[in-house]
């Protein structure tokens, strides 16, 4: 078969494959009843022709010779058998024989066939049963001939004079003669094909079930549990997935349990080295030591609010993302009015998505705060592409090297230029709002712009 005509799916080629096989037996099924029909079809036409033969030869082997021709012309032949009162026979020596079939369906040359039981029976309720031949009126000869295409000669010798000459053409097979099986046979090829088509579709639905079940997991890691009922195979991979999913989640979240327990746990000594710090002689030793001990205090602040974030467990819901974007520009905005000229926004008033809000928010403020922090500027586009959005967060600011533009987003990362600045952080704004994005089962890519700046693609799928 050619593979554009192949189905891709697991139903379609399952349903495909059945409909094969029913079509295969159903012609199957129509050959077998037909070769049969067509058999008991000239069985019954051969003892047909047969009663009629031999009842006509009765008829006349009893009638003086000279009365036979006018008798004959007399009778009502059916199609098929045309008779003839004769001095000589039709069939004359040279003459093709007959097929083996015919000879064995008429059996000419031994006694007329006896009467059927059924026969004699339903001449019983018609009369008399016909009083039987004494041997003296048997034929004295009788000889037979292929008529082409299909029919064949007879001719019988009367015991006193003459011949009965006949022709007999049985009518053609017809294995398809009735209409109503026709219609039944359609009528049952539908409902077998429409009962496989629906049994197909319910027996492999838990198969798209679990693989929405897998996708989804990939996006929200609270997605609710496959259902564990249907069959044995559905139910067990079901119940398989629920666990791995459960121990995934179990194994998350003991990781981050033990980032804020460390986290918190090096707050004390960090305390204490600030208290012994104060006692220093040197001013200038004294001054490095407590900004290193401050930026080791922030790094554990955001990893301890980071951790407790991903804990908090924010339900998935249906919020407008568009709206989202534009909230992150303003409260950008707000905490720098001085350039809250340079925060735009290009994309449509409303979008509707699903995910959490506020760690989305999160992720683009970051984004967004980076922006501000290094370019001093911001542009924010949403589009939709494909059922995800797209968002790029765009400004015109010095970028970050080729080499630089994946290692950003490790955890603590600071590239040189920000590390003396004032304004710097503590690396994790980009890990958090890749890690955001990624459990949305989206993703952030950073890429510097031709004309300057950086630019922040993300791409975030619209519904779970
Ligand atoms: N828009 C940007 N322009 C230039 N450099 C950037 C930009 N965004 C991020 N960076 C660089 O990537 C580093 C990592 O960013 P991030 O994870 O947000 O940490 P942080 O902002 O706390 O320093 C930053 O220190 C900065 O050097
Ligand atoms: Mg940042």
Redesign the pocket.
Known sequence: MKPHLWPRSLAGRTAALLLLGLMLVQGLGLTIHALDRVELQGIVQAREIGGRTFSLWRNLVLLPPERRAAFLADLDMPPGLLASYDPIPVVIPGMPPVSPEVERRFRFGGPPPPPAEHESRFQLDNGPPPPPIPNRFRPREILAAAAPPSGFLLSMRFPDVGWLNLRIDPPAPRPWHSESFLYAFIAMSLCAASLILWGVRRLIRPVAQLAAAADALGRDFNAPPLPEDGPEETSTAARAFNTMASRIRRFVEDRTQMIAAIGHDLRTPITRLRLRAEFMEDDDQRRKMLSDLAEMEAMIDATLAFARDDAAKEPSVAFDLAALCQTVLDEAADAAPEQAEQLTYDGPDRLRAQGRPAALKRALA?LV???V???GDAKLCLSVDNGAAQIRIE?S????PESELER??QPF???E??RNRET????????IARNILRAHGGDVQLRNRPEGG?S?RISLPLAT
């Open positions: 970051n705060a980076n922006a922090k290094y370019a400004d600011g010095p970028g970050i950003a987003f990362r600071r590239l230029g920000s710097g952080g503590t690396g994790l704004g980009l890990t950086l922040a």
